[in-house]
C-alpha cells in the first residue's frame, strides 16, 4: 500500500567521440560505429536514468556546439563514448565547461581482433582506448580531470556494465541531493554535539536548501487531521505491520488503540507538512512540555516517518540532518538507507547490534516489520508506538557523514553482512552486523576516522558507488576495511 512520493532517476548526457577524417577513408565505418554507440546508450538507459543523446562529436566545432547545450541540459552525469581514436580537441571544449561528472567509456566491440582477417577498418572499430591517455592527459592540463575511465568491452563484460550501473546510481544520488529541501525542525538533543551542523555549510557542500520549521506548525496540522484521513492511514498502517503481544522487554506493550490512533493522525500531519513545504527529507527533535499538545505530536511521529521514508523521504531524528543526507543517498542509489548506530556486540558470534529507536526503511525489512507500544523512550521524553524490525540478510553498507576540524564534510563508509538470529524485543530496530576481519577490529577502525554516532544502513555492498558520489561533490571519503 506503500506508493513511492519521491522517484529515483538521473538525468545522464552521452556523446560519442571519433576522428571525423576517417568517414571519407573507410566507407561504412560510421555507420558501424553509430550502431556500437546506440547499443551504448541502450545499455546506460538499462540503469533507470533519463538519457540525452548529444550524438556524434567529431571536429572541434561540433564540441563547443554540444558543450553548449550540455551546460543547459541539467545533467547529472556525463558519458563520453570513446568509440573510435579521437583527438582531444573534440573533449576539451565539454571538459572545460562540463558542471557534471564526465566518465570515459572505453568499451570496444570485440573481445580481441581477428588475427587472420584484420584490417585497419577492424582496428578502427575496437580502437577505443587509443585516444583515453591524450584525453585524460589534457583533461588534467585544463585542471578538469575526468571522474573515472570504464573499460571493458561494450557486450558480455559483467564488470563495465557494473561500472555502468554503479555510475549511473551515483548519478540518481546527484540528482536527489540537487535543490532538495531538507527541512530541520527543532533544536540538537542536549548534548550531542557530533549532530551540530551548519544549514550553510550544509547546503555549500550538498546543493540542497535547509528549511528551518516549527514544530507548533507541525502540532497545528495534527489538529487539523480529519477523521476519515486518520483512519484511512490506520488501514495503512494495519496492512503494514505486524502488532504482537510483548515478549521479554517490559518496557512494551501490545500496541494500544490509543497509541495507534496518535501515530496515524501525526502520519497524516507529516504528510501535510511534507506536501505543504515541499520536503525531500526532515531532521527533527523537539521535547515540548509535559501534557502539551507539542510533545502529543512529536512522541507519534516513528511510524508517520517510517512510511515516509519507505516513499522515498528520509525522516531522521535528533536533529541529524548529515545522516538524513546520509539516508537519502542510499534511498535514491536504491538500497534503502535506515537510521542506525551500534548496539551491543556479541562478542561470541563475533557480531554487533546495528539498529536505532525511531524511524526505519520499510523496503527493507526482513519479513513485516513490527510496532509495539513502549511506555518510554529511552534517553527522551514521551511513550508511544514504535517500530522493530531487522533489515534484509544478506550484505550491507553503512554511510556516516562528519565533519572535520576544519568544518569540512566526510563520508566514513562501510560494508559487512546482516545474519540470521533474534534480535532484542525492543521496540527498536536491530539487526546482527558481521564484519571483515573481525567485527571488533573493523568497529576500532571506523570508529578511529571520527564519525558521528549515527550512520544510514543500506543492503547490499555500495561503497564504490558511495564514494563515487563523494568524489563528484569534492567531499572526503573513507572506506573502512
Known amino acids: 500500500m506503500i506508493l513511492r512520493k519521491r522517484t529515483s532517476t538521473a538525468r545522464v548526457g552521452v556523446f560519442a567521440v571519433a576522428h571525423g577524417t576517417y568517414w571519407e577513408q573507410f566507407d561504412g565505418l560510421y555507420g ?14 538499462g540503469n533507470g536514468v533519463e538519457v540525452i543523446d548529444f550524438g556524434m562529436v567529431d571536429t572541434s566545432e561540433k564540441a563547443f556546439a554540444a558543450a553548449e547545450k550540455m551546460a543547459g541540459a541539467g545533467l547529472d ?17 565539454i571538459i572545460r565547461t562540463a558542471r557534471a561528472p564526465v566518465v570515459l567509456a572505453a568499451l570496444q566491440p570485440r573481445r580481441a581482433l581477428d588475427y587472420t582477417k584484420a584490417s585497419t577498418f577492424m582496428q578502427l572499430e575496437n580502437d ?255 511513550s508511544g508506538a514504535s517500530v522493530e524490525f531487522k533489515i534484509k540478510e544478506g550484505p550491507i553498507t553503512m554511510l556516516g557523514i562528519t565533519q572535520k576540524a576544519d568544518g569540512s564534510f566526510k563520508f566514513v563508509i562501510g560494508e559487512g553482512e546482516s545474519k540470521k538470529g533474534p534480535i532484542p524485543p525492543t521496540g527498536n530496530t536491530n539487526t546482527r552486523g558481521f564484519f571483515a576481519p573481525t567485527t571488533k577490529e573493523f568497529i576500532k577502525k571506523w570508529v578511529m576516522e571520527g564519525p558521528t554516532h549515527h550512520y544510514a544502513l543500506g543492503v547490499g555492498h555500495r561503497a564504490d558507488t558511495i564514494r563515487k558520489v563523494a568524489d563528484s561533490l569534492g567531499i572526503e571519503s573513507v572506506v573502512v576495511r
Open 77 to 93: 552525469l556525463i558519458f563520453c563514448n570513446m568509440a573510435t581514436y579521437a583527438t582531444s580537441s573534440v573533449f576539451a571544449p
Open 32 to 45: 558501424n560505429i553509430m550502431g556500437y554507440h546506440a547499443d551504448f546508450v541502450s545499455m546506460v538507459k
Open 128 to 382: 577505443n582506448i587509443c585516444s583515453v591517455p591524450e584525453f585524460t592527459g589534457v583533461a588534467i592540463r585544463l585542471d578538469r580531470p575526468v571522474a573515472d575511465v570504464v573499460i571493458g568491452t561494450l557486450y558480455d563484460d559483467p564488470e563495465a556494465r557494473r561500472e555502468i550501473a554503479d555510475w549511473c546510481g551515483a548519478a540518481k544520488a546527484l540528482a536527489g541531493l540537487k535543490g532538495a529541501r531538507i527541512g530541520l525542525m527543532g533544536h540538537v538533543l542536549e548534548a550531542m554535539y557530533d549532530m551540530h551542523a551548519d544549514p550553510t555549510a550544509v547546503a555549500g557542500a550538498f546543493g540542497l536548501h535547509v528549511p528551518l520549521l516549527e514544530a507548533d506548525s507541525l502540532a497545528a496540522r495534527y489538529q487539523a487531521a480529519s477523521e476519515a484521513a486518520v483512519r484511512e492511514k490506520i488501514k495503512v498502517i494495519q496492512e503494514e505491520f505486524n502488532m504482537p503481544e510483548p515478549e521479554s522487554d517490559p518496557v512494551t506493550m501490545k500496541l494500544t488503540d490509543e497509541d495507534l490512533y496518535r501515530a496515524a493522525r501525526a502520519s497524516v500531519a507529516l504528510d501535510t507538512l511534507v506536501e505543504d513545504e515541499n520536503l525531500t527529507g526532515l531532521a527533527y527533535y523537539y521535547e515540548g512540555q509535559p501534557g502539551s499538545l507539542t510533545r502529543e505530536v512529536i512522541s507519534a511521529l516513528i511510524v508517520g516517518n517510517s512510511l515516509l521514508i519507505a516513499q522515498g523521504i528520509p525522516m531522521c531524528g535528533e536533529y541529524d540532518i548529515k545522516t538524513c543526507i546520509a539516508m537519502l543517498i542510499l534511498d535514491r542509489i536504491g538500497i534503502g538507507g535506515s537510521f542506525a548506530e551500534f548496539h551491543p556486540f556479541d562478542f561470541n558470534e563475533d557480531f554487533i547490534l546495528v539498529g536505532h529507536d525511531g524511524p526505519h526503511h520499510l523496503a527493507i525489512a526482513e519479513g513485516k516489520p513490527i510496532l509495539r507500544s513502549l511506555k518510554k523512550y529511552h534517553g527522551k521524553p514521551g
